[in-house]
């Protein structure tokens, strides 16, 4: 069974930084490119960042680049979004998603964490 | 970068009806690259349609998607209570993804 599980959202001030992970497993994760996809409290879903199965292409939206670092990690199975002067706007729910329908649907995502940006 | 509009924001229909959802695209979309994805309350989203009109695995076939160009539809031929839900579509292209804002669909 595909499994995605993210961790490390949480309480965060107005500048600091967070590291999102995303544990897979149930698949190869390693033949799969994956995204990082948010939702704000009450708003619709907003891509936030892709990974190629080799880390060899990363895309970023205008909104984050910058400031978020997507990675992977094929020995843990995992995938991490690094967070870094983050903003009031940055305030969501932030799922992972294998990407795995002509390399650009989403067809398994995670439960997703919350992050929230106040002081 | 490509704008997606959903129409109309909520729909109010009965078990039973038929539901059409409408997204237009500020420019051509490849029909390959547009999709649908359903999402309850509390609950991740979860893939519909992709390639503008295939379904996903086991989606039941009271789901439909058509459309090319800028305007593409999803259609639930009989609502059944599961189906309430909101509804966003969801296109790819120039190496970023958008989504449209979404379509409500409640029970009437």
């Known amino acids: 069974e595909v499994q995605l599980v993210e961790s490390g959202g949480g309480l965060i001030q107005p500048g600091g930084s967070l590291r999102l992970s995303c544990a897979a497993s149930?698949?190869?994760?390693?033949?799969?490119?994956m995204n990082w996809v948010r939702q704000a409290p009450g708003k619709g879903l907003e891509w936030v960042s892709y990974?190629?199965?080799?880390?060899?292409?990363?895309y970023y939206a205008d909104s984050v680049k910058g400031r978020f670092t997507i990675s992977r990690d094929k020995a843990k199975n995992s995938l991490y979004l690094q967070m870094n002067s983050l903003r009031a706007e940055d305030t969501a729910v932030y799922y992972c998603?294998?990407?795995?329908?002509?390399?650009?649907?989403?067809?398994?995502w995670g439960q997703g964490t919350l992050v929230t940006v106040s002081s | 970068e490509i704008v997606l509009t959903q129409s109309p924001g909520t729909l109010s229909l009965s078990p039973g009806e038929r539901a059409t959802l409408s997204c237009r695209a500020s420019?051509?979309?490849?029909?390959?690259?547009l999709g649908w994805y359903q999402q309850k309350p509390g609950q991740a989203p979860r893939l519909l349609i992709y390639?503008?009109?295939t379904r996903a695995t086991d989606i039941p076939d009271r789901f439909s998607g058509s459309g090319s160009g800028t305007d593409f539809t999803l259609t639930i031929s009989r609502l059944e209570p599961e189906d309430f839900a909101v509804y966003y579509c969801?296109?790819?292209?120039?190496?970023?993804?958008?989504f449209g804002q979404g379509t409500k669909v409640e029970i009437k």
């Open positions: 969801q296109q790819y292209g120039s190496s970023l993804w958008t």
């Open positions: 149930g698949f190869t994760f390693s033949s799969y490119n």
């Open positions: 390639g503008a009109s």
């Open positions: 998603a294998r990407v795995g329908i002509f390399g650009v649907f989403s067809d398994y």
């Open positions: 990974i190629s199965s080799s880390s060899s292409t990363i």
């Open positions: 420019q051509s979309v490849s029909s390959t690259y």
